[in-house]
């Protein structure tokens, strides 16, 4: 869950971070201090030092925090001039903190925080006194560029974390201890899922089999569910001339995230970041009229952006990947329909993906923002009341949306407790007008249409690895990439269990039979381990009563039944957990 800034857990975290900064110049020389704000997390400082830390300086760096705490510093806020803050930097050595205070802008405090012998600059909040800080704990080290630039100097980032309380504490612990068990990265090597080949590039997924099954079940029920709830799909080219990117607006703001231009037939081309501008111009493809909106359009669409090295995450941070993107134009008198059906369609497919706790995120217009105020403020009324309707928790961020529009960012909660940002819908008033979109209204005139941005599962390859990591890999029936694995006794009875894999062919069910000559023990071991959901073992029993003996997954041994009644109920199990009672309106605009 994001972090409140005003929290007494941020200012805890905050406070924390000084302690575990202070605690590192006492154990060791020539510390030079970068930055160390509170995380989702934790907290982390950035520093730069001879000494490599690793794991093994844990226990003693939490011992002296202890004992800094135990010390019971207060926490003095000390305000200065710039000369004077310069000055005090300078005393102190710290270069990297010079560089700092020349961001803070001069309209802005410049204030310091002291604790015991301890002095950082920083804005602040922090809690009264270090003996305030609670149940924490070293996490991880790793490298951070200064600034995140690769041409800046390699700095050391200790993670850690705090909670209010030792239960807390251990809670968060055990959570990410069964995380690294999740790993989906470690999961996708080990069931054959997915890799990333380096030789070829990081952050580029290559999809193996059994994950490339899962994918697409996963875009063939994304594609039926949105003819269904009144979607057209659309598919678009993957490079576009540079003049669109230009009035699109990327080449002005999205072009440190664009791949360079390539240069055909004397014009410069850009892999597309974004699908936007193609929708948009199959809008403009002819002269629109009130009678054809709303125009629901969605399109599985691979894009690529660049993402530095050190922020590449398997399958949850990549180059290359494919949003599930959709855009709706519509009429002002139709924009509230329009975003209920959405969060609606959201949370049925998140349920269906058997992901229950929803919360969301609205926010809201800031400061300096493109689009007519009475257009704001309606668009955020209806996401709003989207949200209201469906029982929805949600937080307000006041000023935190995009210049281009208001828009609600729905997070889900996993197995283990973790929540993740998924669902977007965003309104945008920014490219309509870029693209001077327009429609012939009832009136005769030509009026601007509403335009939003809808992602449902974010990307594919994200919403894989988050999946991967909420299942352990243990897909349900209906995903499985193997639903069924046939496991004859001895070789005599292969070819029973060949017939029994044609059979379950005919009905669609996927699934292999075990020919290697092991003892069933082994093979039942090794179908475990492939989190294969049922087995089907056959010896010379089963053979002659035409029977199968079921191991389902996580039931164990459910005894032997019929071959027909088994193939009928296992697809009726797979039906159900696949099918969907929608609740986006079928019929009709």
């Known amino acids: 869950m994001k972090l409140d800034p005003t929290s007494d857990l941020y200012k805890m975290r905050h406070s924390a971070a000084h302690v ?38 844990f226990e003693a760096i939490e011992a002296e925090m202890a004992k800094f705490i135990a010390e019971d510093h207060p926490f003095e806020r000390i305000e200065v001039s710039r000369s004077e803050a310069e000055q005090m930097i300078q005393d102190m050595g710290q270069r990297y903190k010079l560089e700092r205070l020349a961001d803070i802008p001069d309209d802005e405090a410049i204030t310091f925080f002291k604790c015991g012998e301890f002095v950082d600059l920083c804005r602040g909040p922090h809690i009264e006194s270090t003996g305030k800080v609670k149940a924490f704990k070293l996490m991880t080290v790793a490298g951070s560029y200064y600034r995140g630039r690769e041409t800046n100097p390699m700095l050391q980032r200790l993670y850690a974390t705090a909670f209010p309380t030792d239960k807390l504490l251990r ?18 090597k080990e069931l054959d899922l997915f890799s990333i080949q380096e030789d070829v590039g ?45 009035t699109s607006g990327h080449l002005d703001f999205y072009a440190e ?5 390539m240069e055909i037939d004397e014009n410069k081309y850009f892999v597309k970041p974004m699908n936007c501008p193609f929708h948009i111009k199959i809008y403009q493809s002819h002269k629109r009229s009130y009678r054809e909106l709303p125009l629901r359009w969605a399109e599985l669409g691979t894009v690529y952006r660049y993402e530095k090295a050190g922020v590449l995450h398997g399958l949850l941070r990549v180059r290359g990947f494919t949003q599930d993107d959709a855009h709706i134009f519509c009429t002002t008198e139709q924009v509230e329909d329009e975003i209920a059906r959405a969060v609606q369609f959201a949370i049925n497919m998140w349920h269906t993906f058997g992901f229950t706790e929803i919360t969301a995120y609205l926010a809201t217009r800031p400061d300096k923002a493109v689009g007519e105020e009475a257009r704001w403020k309606q668009a955020t009324a209806s996401l709003e009341a989207a949200l209201q309707s469906e029982g929805i928790p949600y937080e307000t961020d006041v000023g935190g949306g995009a210049f281009y529009g208001p828009k609600i960012d729905l997070k889900v909660k996993d197995t283990i407790g973790r929540e993740w940002q998924m669902s977007t819908v965003q309104f945008d008033f920014n490219l309509p007008e870029r693209f001077d979109l327009t429609y012939v209204g009832e009136d005769g005139q030509e009026h601007r249409p509403y335009m939003i941005h809808r992602a449902l599962l974010g990307s594919l390859e994200r919403f894989f690895g988050i999946m991967v990591e909420h299942y352990a890999g243990a897909f ?25 894999g044609r059979q379950l062919a005919q009905h669609d069910i996927r699934y292999t039979v075990d020919e290697r000559s092991e003892k069933i023990g082994a093979k039942i071991r090794n179908a475990q381990l492939s989190k294969i959901p049922t087995m089907l073992i056959v010896g010379p029993s089963e053979e002659a009563d035409r029977t199968v003996s079921v191991r389902a997954r ?14 009928h109920s296992l697809c009726s199990d797979i039906a159900s957990r696949a099918r969907v009672s929608s609740l986006v309106p079928q019929k009709g605009k």
């Open 554 to 567: 996580p039931a164990g041994d459910v005894g032997v039944h019929p071959l027909d009644s088994v193939i």
């Open 202 to 246: 990081p952050g580029l997924i290559h999809w193996h089999p059994k994950g490339a099954r899962i994918r697409s079940v996963i875009e063939e029920y994304w594609r039926r569910e949105h003819l269904q709830g009144g979607y057209e799909l659309l598919y678009s080219p993957h490079i576009g001339r540079a003049g669109l990117w230009e």
């Open 476 to 500: 349900p029936s209906w995903l499985a990439p193997e639903q069924v694995r046939v496991l004859p006794l001895t070789e005599k009875q292969l070819d029973y269990a060949l017939d029994i």
């Open 257 to 261: 995230s664009m791949y360079a231009p």
């Open 20 to 57: 575990m900064a202070a605690a590192v110049c006492r154990l060791f020389d020539d510390v030079q201090l970068d930055i160390g704000p509170p995380t989702d997390e934790g907290f982390y400082y950035d520093f730069d030092l001879s000494h490599r830390l690793t794991p093994e300086d």
């Open 171 to 188: 809670v968060h612990l055990k959570q990410m201890e069964e995380a690294k068990l999740r790993d989906h990265r470690k999961l996708g």
